[in-house]
Protein backbone atom coordinates (compact mmCIF):
# COMPACT_ATOMS: atom_id res chain seq x y z
CA UNK A 1 0.00 0.00 0.00
CA UNK A 2 1.36 3.47 -1.21
CA UNK A 3 1.84 5.51 2.03
CA UNK A 4 3.71 7.98 4.16
CA UNK A 5 4.05 7.04 7.95
CA UNK A 6 4.99 9.30 11.19
CA UNK A 7 6.19 7.95 14.09
CA UNK A 8 5.97 8.47 16.92
CA UNK A 9 2.16 9.40 16.45
CA UNK A 10 1.98 11.32 19.71
CA UNK A 11 4.69 12.52 22.09
CA UNK A 12 5.20 14.08 25.43
CA UNK A 13 8.25 15.44 26.36
CA UNK A 14 10.45 17.97 28.41
CA UNK A 15 12.51 21.10 27.34
CA UNK A 16 15.71 20.48 26.02
CA UNK A 17 15.20 16.57 25.04
CA UNK A 18 16.22 16.02 21.62
CA UNK A 19 13.53 14.05 19.99
CA UNK A 20 13.54 12.86 16.07
CA UNK A 21 10.43 12.12 14.56
CA UNK A 22 10.90 9.56 11.68
CA UNK A 23 8.98 10.12 7.99
CA UNK A 24 8.77 7.48 5.83
CA UNK A 25 7.69 6.97 2.21
CA UNK A 26 7.25 3.80 -0.17
CA UNK A 27 6.15 5.72 -3.06
CA UNK A 28 9.79 6.71 -4.64
CA UNK A 29 8.95 10.41 -4.38
CA UNK A 30 11.56 12.65 -4.70
CA UNK A 31 9.80 15.54 -2.87
CA UNK A 32 9.54 15.58 0.88
CA UNK A 33 8.16 18.20 3.39
CA UNK A 34 7.76 18.39 7.41
CA UNK A 35 4.92 21.02 8.03
CA UNK A 36 3.49 21.98 11.86
CA UNK A 37 -0.34 22.71 12.04
CA UNK A 38 -1.52 25.40 14.72
CA UNK A 39 -4.63 26.57 15.49
CA UNK A 40 -5.66 30.02 13.39
CA UNK A 41 -2.13 29.50 11.16
CA UNK A 42 -3.12 26.57 9.44
CA UNK A 43 -0.04 24.86 7.57
CA UNK A 44 3.67 26.41 7.89
CA UNK A 45 6.62 24.35 6.18
CA UNK A 46 9.41 23.75 8.53
CA UNK A 47 11.92 22.25 5.35
CA UNK A 48 11.93 20.60 2.24
CA UNK A 49 13.79 18.08 0.44
CA UNK A 50 13.95 18.02 -3.24
CA UNK A 51 15.84 15.18 -3.59
CA UNK A 52 18.46 13.16 -1.55
CA UNK A 53 21.10 15.74 0.07
CA UNK A 54 19.24 18.32 -0.93
CA UNK A 55 17.24 20.60 1.90
CA UNK A 56 16.01 23.84 2.17
CA UNK A 57 14.61 25.79 4.33
CA UNK A 58 10.75 26.77 4.47
CA UNK A 59 8.71 29.02 6.19
CA UNK A 60 9.56 28.36 10.02
CA UNK A 61 12.86 26.45 10.46
CA UNK A 62 13.88 27.76 13.37
CA UNK A 63 14.61 25.02 16.24
CA UNK A 64 14.58 22.28 13.81
CA UNK A 65 17.07 19.79 11.35
CA UNK A 66 16.13 17.68 8.97
CA UNK A 67 18.25 15.17 6.72
CA UNK A 68 17.83 13.21 3.72
CA UNK A 69 20.33 10.36 3.53
CA UNK A 70 17.64 8.09 1.59
CA UNK A 71 15.28 9.15 -0.80
CA UNK A 72 12.63 7.12 1.42
CA UNK A 73 13.26 8.60 4.74
CA UNK A 74 13.53 12.67 6.21
CA UNK A 75 13.66 12.78 9.54
CA UNK A 76 12.60 15.72 12.03
CA UNK A 77 15.12 16.55 14.49
CA UNK A 78 14.27 18.54 17.48
CA UNK A 79 17.85 19.50 19.21
CA UNK A 80 16.48 21.01 22.07
CA UNK A 81 12.55 21.34 22.13
CA UNK A 82 10.43 24.12 23.79
CA UNK A 83 7.09 25.05 24.91
CA UNK A 84 6.46 26.79 22.00
CA UNK A 85 7.46 23.62 19.74
CA UNK A 86 4.18 22.00 20.70
CA UNK A 87 2.18 21.69 17.41
CA UNK A 88 0.59 18.54 15.29
CA UNK A 89 3.35 17.92 12.70
CA UNK A 90 3.00 16.70 9.14
CA UNK A 91 5.00 15.13 6.61
CA UNK A 92 4.41 14.89 3.16
CA UNK A 93 5.86 13.55 0.18
CA UNK A 94 5.34 14.22 -3.97
CA UNK A 95 6.72 13.46 -6.98
CA UNK A 96 8.26 16.10 -8.97
CA UNK A 97 7.94 17.82 -11.91
CA UNK A 98 4.23 17.00 -13.34
CA UNK A 99 3.00 15.54 -10.56
CA UNK A 100 2.65 17.50 -7.13
CA UNK A 101 -0.07 16.40 -5.15
CA UNK A 102 1.23 15.91 -1.63
CA UNK A 103 0.61 12.74 0.33
CA UNK A 104 0.40 13.50 4.13
CA UNK A 105 1.31 11.24 6.63
CA UNK A 106 -0.80 10.79 9.71
CA UNK A 107 1.02 13.51 12.03
CA UNK A 108 2.46 13.37 14.95
CA UNK A 109 0.98 15.69 18.01
CA UNK A 110 4.07 17.08 20.01
CA UNK A 111 3.94 18.65 23.42
CA UNK A 112 6.55 20.16 24.75
CA UNK A 113 6.53 20.53 28.79
CA UNK B 1 8.16 35.20 0.41
CA UNK B 2 5.52 34.51 -0.36
CA UNK B 3 1.82 35.52 1.57
CA UNK B 4 -1.12 33.83 1.39
CA UNK B 5 -4.61 35.31 2.62
CA UNK B 6 -7.53 32.97 2.84
CA UNK B 7 -11.44 34.23 3.68
CA UNK B 8 -13.52 33.50 5.49
CA UNK B 9 -12.11 31.30 8.04
CA UNK B 10 -15.64 29.77 8.74
CA UNK B 11 -18.51 29.41 6.55
CA UNK B 12 -21.84 27.91 7.36
CA UNK B 13 -24.16 27.19 4.44
CA UNK B 14 -27.29 25.54 4.47
CA UNK B 15 -27.00 21.13 2.74
CA UNK B 16 -27.72 22.11 -1.12
CA UNK B 17 -26.80 25.32 -1.56
CA UNK B 18 -22.62 26.86 -2.58
CA UNK B 19 -20.09 27.69 -0.57
CA UNK B 20 -16.78 30.01 -2.27
CA UNK B 21 -13.16 30.51 -0.31
CA UNK B 22 -11.35 32.65 -1.59
CA UNK B 23 -7.52 33.07 -1.43
CA UNK B 24 -5.17 35.89 -2.44
CA UNK B 25 -1.42 35.63 -3.27
CA UNK B 26 1.54 38.07 -3.15
CA UNK B 27 4.21 36.53 -5.49
CA UNK B 28 3.49 36.87 -9.08
CA UNK B 29 6.15 33.65 -9.45
CA UNK B 30 4.01 31.91 -7.83
CA UNK B 31 2.48 29.00 -10.81
CA UNK B 32 0.76 25.96 -8.83
CA UNK B 33 -2.44 26.66 -6.90
CA UNK B 34 -3.87 23.12 -4.95
CA UNK B 35 -6.68 23.18 -2.59
CA UNK B 36 -6.50 20.61 0.31
CA UNK B 37 -9.33 19.42 2.45
CA UNK B 38 -8.38 18.06 5.85
CA UNK B 39 -11.55 16.24 7.68
CA UNK B 40 -12.00 16.40 11.74
CA UNK B 41 -8.42 14.07 13.02
CA UNK B 42 -7.16 13.74 9.39
CA UNK B 43 -4.20 14.38 7.46
CA UNK B 44 -5.16 16.72 4.30
CA UNK B 45 -6.22 15.42 1.66
CA UNK B 46 -5.46 17.38 -2.04
CA UNK B 47 -9.10 17.63 -3.62
CA UNK B 48 -8.06 20.23 -6.89
CA UNK B 49 -5.47 22.18 -7.96
CA UNK B 50 -4.83 24.51 -11.03
CA UNK B 51 -1.48 26.33 -12.79
CA UNK B 52 -1.04 29.43 -13.99
CA UNK B 53 -1.92 28.95 -17.57
CA UNK B 54 -5.61 27.81 -16.82
CA UNK B 55 -8.61 30.26 -15.46
CA UNK B 56 -10.72 27.35 -14.23
CA UNK B 57 -10.72 23.50 -13.66
CA UNK B 58 -13.94 21.75 -12.40
CA UNK B 59 -14.00 18.62 -11.28
CA UNK B 60 -17.79 17.59 -10.18
CA UNK B 61 -19.21 19.61 -7.55
CA UNK B 62 -15.74 21.32 -7.30
CA UNK B 63 -14.65 24.20 -9.21
CA UNK B 64 -11.42 26.24 -8.77
CA UNK B 65 -10.75 29.89 -10.73
CA UNK B 66 -8.00 31.53 -10.73
CA UNK B 67 -7.52 35.43 -11.83
CA UNK B 68 -3.55 35.89 -12.07
CA UNK B 69 -3.62 39.95 -12.92
CA UNK B 70 -5.74 40.16 -9.11
CA UNK B 71 -3.65 37.72 -7.79
CA UNK B 72 -6.65 35.58 -6.58
CA UNK B 73 -8.25 32.50 -6.60
CA UNK B 74 -11.19 30.82 -5.24
CA UNK B 75 -12.50 27.33 -4.25
CA UNK B 76 -16.29 26.83 -5.30
CA UNK B 77 -18.49 23.74 -4.00
CA UNK B 78 -22.23 23.37 -5.16
CA UNK B 79 -24.79 21.04 -4.36
CA UNK B 80 -23.27 20.76 -0.69
CA UNK B 81 -23.39 17.79 1.34
CA UNK B 82 -23.18 17.26 5.00
CA UNK B 83 -19.78 15.22 3.93
CA UNK B 84 -18.09 18.43 2.68
CA UNK B 85 -17.61 19.52 6.40
CA UNK B 86 -14.29 19.83 6.81
CA UNK B 87 -11.24 22.46 7.18
CA UNK B 88 -10.08 23.48 3.60
CA UNK B 89 -6.36 25.10 2.79
CA UNK B 90 -5.59 26.94 -0.16
CA UNK B 91 -1.94 26.97 -1.07
CA UNK B 92 0.36 28.66 -3.57
CA UNK B 93 3.96 27.36 -4.83
CA UNK B 94 6.26 28.24 -7.89
CA UNK B 95 7.35 25.10 -10.00
CA UNK B 96 10.50 24.60 -11.14
CA UNK B 97 12.34 21.87 -13.11
CA UNK B 98 12.23 20.20 -10.09
CA UNK B 99 9.08 20.40 -8.98
CA UNK B 100 7.13 22.25 -6.00
CA UNK B 101 9.70 25.32 -4.44
CA UNK B 102 8.06 25.78 -1.35
CA UNK B 103 4.55 25.61 -0.77
CA UNK B 104 2.66 28.27 1.50
CA UNK B 105 -0.68 27.61 2.66
CA UNK B 106 -3.34 29.71 3.46
CA UNK B 107 -4.81 29.80 6.75
CA UNK B 108 -7.81 27.35 6.81
CA UNK B 109 -11.96 27.83 6.63
CA UNK B 110 -13.84 25.68 8.58
CA UNK B 111 -16.52 24.71 6.45
CA UNK B 112 -19.97 23.54 8.45
CA UNK B 113 -23.26 22.49 6.07
CA UNK B 114 -25.77 22.72 8.01
CA UNK B 115 -28.46 19.61 7.38
Known amino acids: EAQVTQNPRYLITVTGKKLTVTCSQNMNHEYMSWYRQDPGLGLRQIYY???????DKGDVPEGYKVSRKEKRNFPLILESPSPNQTSLYFCASSFSVDYNEQFFGPGTRLTVL | GENVEQHPSTLSVQEGDSAVIKCTYS??????FPWYKQELGKRPQLIID?????GEKKDQRIAVTLNKTAKHFSLHITETQPEDSAVYFC??????????????FGTGTRLTIIP
Open chain 1, 49 to 55: SMNVEVT
Open chain 2, 50 to 54: IRSNV
Open chain 2, 27 to 32: DSASNY
Open chain 2, 91 to 104: AASRLSNFGNEKLT
